[in-house]
């Protein structure tokens, strides 16, 4: 699908973890372009209006994170993918403040006057959180068709990303390709 076919979306949402899930989301979607994304309307809007090239570039940049982590998280030998994260993930964290949140944690975030640079920043916050955080012989890539999610099995018996969605179609498939199978046997004994 080209660019021009894809459908260009501005995620908003003032809750960081929210956004970063949506965002994972967005990813997947094979008809869906993550323009930017924000806390607020008036954010997004005034960010896109001042400085449309360097949203651009951000989104770039945004999506060559995304790709590096994807690569470091299923490529233990890909020390290219790794360094790429770790720039940024050093990046962020000369940016990061410890803000005061509820209780019971409080919490870190990238100052909002790091402009544009400050959702790419939180991504690659949470990137390097993850890398530090995860055993990633425990990170495993779904087999489903056309889904590729990347999912945490402590457990190293889990196949699919959700047994509700990959799991049972690869389940229907089966069950169609048994039928068409002995569908034709049964012709061509009759
Ligand atoms: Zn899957």
Same mark, same amino acid.
């Given at each position: 699908?080209?660019?021009?076919? =894809?459908?260009?979306?501005?995620?908003?949402?003032?809750?960081? &973890?929210?956004?970063?899930?949506?965002?994972? !989301? !967005?990813?997947?979607?094979?008809?869906?372009?993550?323009? #930017?994304?924000?806390?607020?309307?008036q954010e997004a809007l005034?960010?896109?209006?001042?400085?449309?090239?360097?949203?651009?570039?951000?989104?770039?940049?945004?999506?060559?994170?995304?790709?590096?982590?994807?690569?470091?998280?299923?490529?233990?030998?890909?020390?290219?993918?790794?360094?790429?994260?770790? &720039?940024?993930?050093?990046?962020?964290?000369?940016?990061? &403040?410890?803000?005061?949140?509820?209780?019971?944690?409080?919490?870190?975030?990238?100052?909002?006057? #790091?402009?544009?640079?400050?959702?790419?920043?939180?991504?690659?916050?949470?990137?390097?959180?993850? !890398? #530090?955080?995860?055993?990633?012989?425990?990170? =495993?890539?779904?087999?489903?068709?056309?889904?590729?999610? !990347?999912?945490?099995?402590?457990?190293?018996? %889990?196949?699919?990303?959700?047994?509700? &969605?990959?799991?049972? %179609?690869? =389940?229907?498939?089966?069950? #169609?390709?048994?039928?068409?199978?002995?569908?034709?046997?049964?012709? =061509?004994?009759?």
């Amino acid at each position: 699908m080209s660019a021009e076919e =894809k459908i260009g979306v501005v995620l908003v949402d003032d809750h960081a &973890v929210v956004r970063s899930g949506l965002e994972q !989301l !967005l990813a997947t979607a094979p008809d869906v372009e993550l323009v #930017a994304s924000a806390t607020n309307g008036q954010e997004a809007l005034d960010r896109a209006a001042d400085d449309p090239q360097g949203a651009v570039r951000q989104l770039d940049r945004a999506r060559s994170l995304r790709h590096a982590l994807y690569a470091a998280c299923t490529d233990a030998t890909d020390d290219a993918a790794w360094e790429a994260v770790a &720039v940024e993930g050093r990046a962020a964290a000369s940016q990061a &403040v410890l803000s005061r949140g509820n209780a019971p944690g409080h919490r870190w975030s990238i100052a909002p006057d #790091a402009g544009l640079e400050r959702p790419v920043l939180e991504l690659a916050r949470e990137a390097a959180d993850l !890398l #530090a955080r995860t055993d990633m012989r425990r990170v =495993k890539a779904c087999p489903g068709s056309h889904c590729g999610w !990347l999912f945490l099995d402590p457990s190293g018996r %889990r196949r699919w990303c959700s047994m509700e &969605v990959c799991g049972n %179609r690869a =389940k229907a498939r089966r069950h #169609a390709e048994r039928r068409r199978a002995s569908g034709r046997s049964g012709r =061509k004994g009759g």
